[in-house]
């Protein structure tokens, strides 16, 4: 059965302290592996889509980044507007997406 | 991108009462989905809408509870019927644009709460 595993369940920063999210996931045939980003009261934004081991993407402080067995959302110098949810999710079979049940990251100014 | 647009953004429900939220979608898209996120949990897919046609249900979902309707390619309706306690959860929808790349754009959800 297809997992999407993350850690950890919630993370602490202080304002510029970088650090990384892990989404660890089992799948039969990797058809792209998701990140999102979820605010309080919100639904999921879509941040990156990796596709093959070795892809990297980034966007403002954010870097994702693919191995064969997980994937990591690094987080540079990070800021009180950073703090969320973030979310990683894999499509399995005939669903969309599977996700992982998030990590809660709070960036204290 | 899709901007999606629910309604109701929440409301509090009696026991044994339905309630009904919509789905619009601002452009086409190919296909429209039904996620449930309970209090400390992950999203966890209900359906996929279909258009003109009955829901595709996941395992643990049932039409009788969760009657889906897809009458056009923009817009979708999902019933809570019967509510208890336990259907408590923000239900989300969430569609996949028309250059289908994978990604599937959400809305902001409808948080139900259900005495």
């Known amino acids: 059965e297809d997992q999407v595993t993350q850690s950890p369940e919630a993370l602490r920063l202080q304002e510029g302290e970088s650090s990384s999210l892990n989404c660890s996931y089992t799948?039969?045939?990797?058809?792209?592996l998701f990140w999102y980003r979820q605010d309080p009261g919100k639904g999921p934004e879509f941040l990156f889509t990796?596709?093959?081991a070795g892809e990297e993407k980034e966007k403002e402080r954010l870097k994702a980044t693919l191995t064969k067995k997980e994937s990591f959302l690094h987080i540079t110098a990070p800021k009180p507007e950073d703090s969320a949810t973030y979310l990683c999710?894999?499509?399995?079979?005939?669903?969309?997406?599977?996700f992982g049940k998030g990590t809660r990251l709070s960036v204290i100014a | 991108s899709a901007v999606i647009s629910q309604k109701p953004s929440r409301d509090i429900c009696q026991r044994g009462t339905s309630l009904t939220i919509q789905c619009q979608v601002d452009?086409?898209?190919?296909?429209m989905f039904w996620y449930r996120q309970q209090p400390g949990q992950s999203l966890t897919l209900i359906a996929t809408?279909?258009?003109?046609?009955?829901?595709?249900?996941e395992s643990g979902f049932v039409i009788d509870k969760f009657p889906i309707s897809r009458p056009n390619l923009t817009f979708s309706t999902l019933t809570v019927s019967n509510m208890s306690p336990e259907d408590s959860s923000i239900y989300l929808c969430s569609a996949r644009p028309l250059d289908n790349t994978g990604e599937l754009f959400f809305g902001e959800g409808s948080r139900l709460t259900v005495l």
């Open positions: 799948v039969s045939g990797l058809r792209g």
């Open positions: 990796l596709y093959s």
């Open positions: 452009s086409q898209v190919t296909m």
């Open positions: 809408a279909n258009q003109g046609s009955e829901a595709t249900y």
């Open positions: 999710a894999l499509p399995s079979g005939n669903t969309p997406l599977v």
